[in-house]
């Protein structure tokens, strides 16, 4: 967990003893050979060599509200191409998608951590250090008041990658355009429902009649705004309606037998005046 936020005296000792450089070690000389191979083996050339993508996570990593942003839809695994988008909408910054997977890989790389170790590491970051000062206890207070609400500690106490997701989404001022209100709530009711039987189950009346009272709400808003299982029966019977079972009528029906199969046009002028 230590390897993704800081780096701390126990793991930056580990590391050290496994990641070991050549003597002489020259990481800006490209041409040097054994330099070279140590930083491809490690994975460190773009640190010393920076490309784009390189100097656009150094730009993230600069700006704060930038840096909060990338790693808050890091956590809920959204693609490099949104979160470059993000940026552009939230921060105005610019950079190429590949400029969010090189951050993640050097600075908040979220794969090397489960989602209890994430939460953790949220609540972690809560607990700075006591300083003697009286100001800076109460600017430590302050901001460990308010952090209960950064999005990113939201985001990794998310119960489900979904959920996080939409509020991302809703966070920055869009609203899902494939978003179905109608299966989101079945899916809140299913939920609540199943909560309260669980309560139920463990003797706990008092937790299990706040699931129900949502199930409750729930059910009340499905009459409102249809439930889903009904909107697909009417698609069938619209389908069933579309596609209609009868035979089709012969060309001979439809024209009660007045009808040629000459394809010569008819000359309808010659025979009204012969008819005159």
């Known amino acids: 967990m230590q390897q993704?936020?800081?780096?701390?005296?126990?793991?930056?000792?580990?590391?050290?003893?496994?990641?070991?450089?050549?003597?002489?070690?020259?990481?800006?000389?490209?041409?040097?050979?054994?330099?070279?191979?140590?930083?491809?083996?490690e994975r460190l050339e773009t640190i010393f060599h920076p490309d784009e993508a390189m100097e656009g996570a150094l730009a993230i990593l600069d700006n704060m509200r930038a840096k909060e942003l990338v790693e808050n839809l890091l956590i809920s695994h959204s693609h490099p191409s949104w979160i470059c988008t993000g940026l552009r909408r939230?921060?105005?910054?610019?950079?190429?998608?590949?400029?969010?997977?090189?951050?993640?890989?050097?600075?908040?790389?979220v794969d090397l951590v489960d989602s209890s170790e994430l939460?953790?590491?949220?609540?972690?970051?809560?607990?700075?250090?006591?300083?003697?000062?009286?100001?800076?206890q109460k600017a430590a207070e302050a901001l460990r008041s308010i952090s209960k609400s950064d999005a990113r500690r939201?985001?990794?106490?998310?119960?489900?990658?979904?959920?996080?997701?939409?509020m991302n989404t809703l966070r920055m001022g869009l609203l899902p355009s494939n978003m179905d209100i109608s299966r989101l709530t079945e899916a809140t009711r299913a939920a609540a429902i199943s909560?309260?039987?669980?309560?139920?189950?463990?003797?706990?009346?008092?937790?299990?009649?706040?699931?129900?009272?949502?199930?409750?709400?729930?059910?009340?808003?499905?009459?409102?705004?249809?439930?889903?299982?009904?909107?697909?029966?009417?698609?069938?019977?619209?389908?069933?309606?579309?596609?209609d079972s009868h035979d089709i009528p012969t060309l001979k029906q439809l024209s009660d037998g007045a009808h040629t199969l000459s394809l010569e046009p008819v000359n309808i002028t010659a025979e009204v005046e012969a008819s005159e």
Not at 119 to 136: I, V, W
Not at 156 to 165: E, N
Not at 214 to 240: C, F, H, R, V
């Open 119 to 136: 939460k953790a590491l949220m609540t972690m970051r809560l607990n700075s250090d006591t300083s003697p000062d009286l100001d800076e």
């Open 195 to 243: 909560g309260a039987l669980d309560m139920a189950v463990r003797g706990l009346p008092e937790q299990g009649r706040d699931y129900a009272l949502m199930g409750k709400m729930m059910t009340e808003i499905l009459e409102s705004i249809g439930d889903p299982s009904n909107d697909l029966q009417e698609g069938l019977a619209k389908l069933s309606l579309d596609t």
């Open 90 to 109: 939230q921060v105005g910054l610019i950079v190429p998608p590949e400029a969010a997977q090189r951050y993640k890989h050097y600075f908040f790389n």
């Open 4 to 41: 993704l936020d800081w780096l701390g005296i126990p793991y930056l000792t580990r590391l050290r003893s496994v990641c070991v450089p050549p003597t002489p070690f020259f990481p800006e000389d490209r041409v040097h050979i054994k330099s070279s191979r140590f930083l491809r083996k």
């Open 154 to 166: 939201l985001t990794a106490m998310a119960a489900t990658p979904l959920t996080a997701s939409i």
